[in-house]
């Protein structure tokens, strides 16, 4: 991979403010456990004659008992030197530093993107205060692995507030900038073989832009928002994916991926270079040289893709350079959300929330609602404003978890809920080490964990991983049978 680099200076709009992150009293409890009396048995022999030398008193024995069972009414601060503090219950959730391991944890990065597949995390971009980068970094969620890779095929050029969405195997990427520079390229990354594509693409393009959100549904990818450099968005556009004229059938393009393009397995131990990831040869599919706050990130499989058999046995395997990609401008109905970017977008069955932003003045505190079986736009009303720019959102059943961002004032370093059910907002009592407040950092949900990356505080860019232990609301991923709340126009 060529790792490039190249200068940032953005001054286009007014949305990374540089704001100092407030300080606020971290909350650190503690406490102290007495030791109890530890009982030793003794010989049989020794049995009645340490009975009969202690010469127990029974009525005695009752009156402990009594005052035992009433020890919950005495006042323990009457008593020297007993600790009171309360310790963190068990089952709370709490925040985890993760210790990085791994030849090459990635550098301080805000801007990226990150997306799970399976339980590896892909980081791909971003900047720090002065350079935008376009590595690839991969976190094994299971071993608390990293991974610098080096990838086959012409990358994205360095950029930041980019986006993407997983589908299958397949991370597909949009837009994003350098300083005065803004991109409307697709790129798609196959991440069993670490191979860049760079599509051709046809119908009505997006403009270029940057702080935009990416969700994959219904067999099509959508964009919505973001900036272009010289004002904020709100269109949508759909890019459709259609298959080769040419007819697979599901089993035999799964046998062929399987025997033409090796998944990538883990690290190489003791390679060479700076990275310790190497892509496999890709044999007969070598030829296929020349994908913020997040989003949800939705997978749709490449089997739907493809569709059904129509009875073609040919054994050639479709490529992504095969398919057929179609932009097109949505036009929707409702009342749309205003011009923002560093807003977030997550995919909740068919309907699409967002939430926050800016447009380079105002930081947002509205919710709104696309139907994407109708185009239709409606607000909703919360119980609360709450501003947020540059945070993350990440579903977990009927929730959307809300972390850090800019509420137009400070950096956040809160974790808010939203209910979908009732569209109110609620807080949990989090305890740990809780990271400091941040923006334009990334999170996704695997297992019973929120992970986050990076981030930037309005001075210093992070590299820290932090994870988000679910604790007693790990069940909450297992809720999928709910209604969002319904929506106001």
Request: contains cysteine.
């Amino acid at each position: 991979m060529n790792h490039m680099r190249s200068y940032s200076s953005d001054n286009s709009l007014q949305w990374e403010k540089n704001t100092s992150t407030v300080n606020t009293t971290r909350h650190t409890n503690t406490g102290s456990m007495g030791s109890s009396p530890i009982f030793r048995a003794t010989s049989n022999s020794n049995i009645e004659e340490r009975k009969s030398s202690i010469g127990i008193d029974r009525s005695k024995s009752r009156s402990l008992l009594q005052t035992l069972t009433n020890i919950s009414s005495l006042n323990l601060n009457s008593i020297p030197n007993v600790v009171t503090t309360a310790l963190p219950p068990t089952p709370a959730m709490h925040w985890k530093k993760i210790d990085a391991t791994g030849k090459a944890p990635p550098r301080s990065l805000r801007g990226h993107t990150m997306c799970m597949i399976e339980e590896k995390i892909y980081v791909f971009g971003g900047c720090d205060n002065k350079v935008c980068y376009n590595d690839l970094y991969i976190f094994d969620a299971d071993t608390n692995w990293w991974m610098h890779c080096k990838t086959n095929g012409t990358p994205p050029s360095p950029c930041r507030a980019h986006s993407c969405v997983a589908i299958d195997d397949d991370i597909y990427f949009f837009g994003g900038g350098d300083g005065p520079t803004y991109y409307n390229n697709l790129y798609v990354l196959d991440t069993r073989t670490l191979t860049w594509y760079k599509p051709k693409v046809d119908g009505d393009l997006p403009g270029a832009r940057r702080a935009h959100t990416m969700w994959a549904y219904n067999n099509m990818i959508y964009i919505f928002a973001g900036g272009d450099g010289s004002k904020a968005l709100n269109d949508v556009y759909a890019l459709s994916i259609t298959p080769p004229s040419t007819s697979f059938t599901n089993n035999t393009l799964a046998t062929a991926l399987a025997e033409n393009s090796p998944r990538f397995v883990g690290s190489v131990i003791g390679s060479s270079g700076a990275s310790d990831c190497k892509s496999p040869v890709v044999g007969s599919l070598s030829e296929r040289s020349s994908v913020i706050g997040t989003s949800s990130l939705n997978k749709m499989s490449r089997n739907t893709i493809l569709g059904s058999n129509n009875g073609n046995n040919n054994n050639t395997t479709p490529t992504i350079l095969d398919y057929t990609f179609t932009w097109s401008n949505i036009k929707t109905t409702g009342k749309s959300p205003s011009p923002r970017g560093y807003h977030t977008s997550n995919l909740v069955g068919s309907k699409v929330i967002v939430f926050g932003g800016s447009d380079g003045h105002e930081c947002f505190n509205d919710i709104h609602i696309l139907d994407l079986k109708t185009n239709h736009w409606s607000r909703i009303d919360a119980d609360q404003p709450i501003p947020r720019l540059s945070h993350s959102s990440t579903q977990v059943g009927s929730y959307l978890f809300i972390i850090g961002g800019h509420d137009g004032i400070k950096y956040s370093r809160e974790v808010l809920l939203l209910n979908l059910v009732t569209m109110n907002w609620e807080t949990r009592k989090v305890y740990g080490k809780v990271p400091s407040g941040r923006g334009y950092h990334t999170a996704v949900l695997y297992d019973s964990r929120i992970y986050v990356f990076g981030g930037y505080d309005g001075h210093h860019v992070f590299n820290e991983m932090y994870a988000l232990e679910l604790s007693a609301c790990a069940y909450l991923p297992q809720i999928t049978d709910f209604e969002v709340a319904e929506m106001v126009d």
